[in-house]
């Protein structure tokens, strides 16, 4: 039973651009959603996050809306980099369990210059 | 720059073996997860410690695999007897507070 889904598992976009990503959940007790960014060879970093108190959040080029009806998360970056080319993990954290983080499958972003 | 550490980064070995990860979180951190990354499940949480007690393994198959942190310096993760199915990342991260992780490196198991 996946909580998270993250349904692209690829994405390709040109420089300058935005990239979107996308998140599902089915999990209406999850209070706190996070992205991760991962390089290869490397463990994820944590990018950016929200709460399920808001419906967006900023932090220079990228940005994380939250529409809890729908039960789906989305990042935005804009404009897309070289540099952004990675796997991005969206992350939710629900307060009715022992506060461990359900992680999505993944979707891996290239941006070509 | 505080970070996670994780020893060892690669490790090879053949069925049956035991095999012992480490991670050394970052200092002051309460939390500590272990993780595993496979193609086809993304990131599995195998194990969770909060001021180095237990909270929730139940993500790992405890027949073979064991997680324990003997100090608040150190976190282990071993396996005995390694299996084929146990090749994959394995990543521990640690955080001043659940919603944050802060991930090592990983280790790359193979096991043959």
């Known amino acids: 039973d996946q909580q998270v889904k993250q349904n692209s598992p690829s994405l390709s976009v040109q420089e300058g651009r935005i990239s979107i990503l996308n998140c599902d959940y089915t999990n209406s007790m999850f209070d706190y959603f996070l992205w991760y960014k991962k390089y290869p060879a490397e463990g994820p970093t944590f990018l950016i996050s929200i709460s399920s108190i808001k419906d967006k959040n900023e932090d220079g080029r990228f940005t994380v809306f939250l529409n809890k009806s729908a039960k789906h998360l989305s990042l935005h970056i804009v404009p897309s980099q070289p540099g952004d080319s990675a796997v991005y993990f969206c992350?939710?954290?629900?307060?009715?369990?022992?506060?461990?983080?359900?992680f999505g499958q993944g979707t891996t972003l290239q941006v070509k210059p | 720059d505080a970070r996670v550490t994780q020893t060892p980064r690669h490790k090879v070995t053949e069925m049956g073996q035991e095999v012992t990860m480490r991670c050394q979180p970052i200092l002051g951190h309460n939390t500590v997860f272990w993780y595993r990354q496979t193609m086809m499940q993304g990131l599995e949480l195998l194990a969770y410690?909060?001021?180095?007690?237990?909270?929730?393994d139940s993500g790992m198959p405890k027949d073979r695999f064991s997680a324990e942190m003997p100090d608040a310096t150190l976190a282990t993760l071993k396996i005995q007897p390694s299996e084929p199915r146990d090749s994959a990342v394995y990543f521990c991260?640690?955080?001043?507070?659940?919603?944050?992780?802060?991930f090592g490196p990983g280790t790359r198991l193979l096991v043959l």
């Open positions: 410690f909060r001021n180095r007690a237990p909270l929730d």
């Open positions: 992350a939710a954290h629900g307060s009715s369990n022992t506060g461990k983080l359900i």
């Open positions: 991260a640690s955080g001043p507070v659940t919603e944050t992780q802060y």
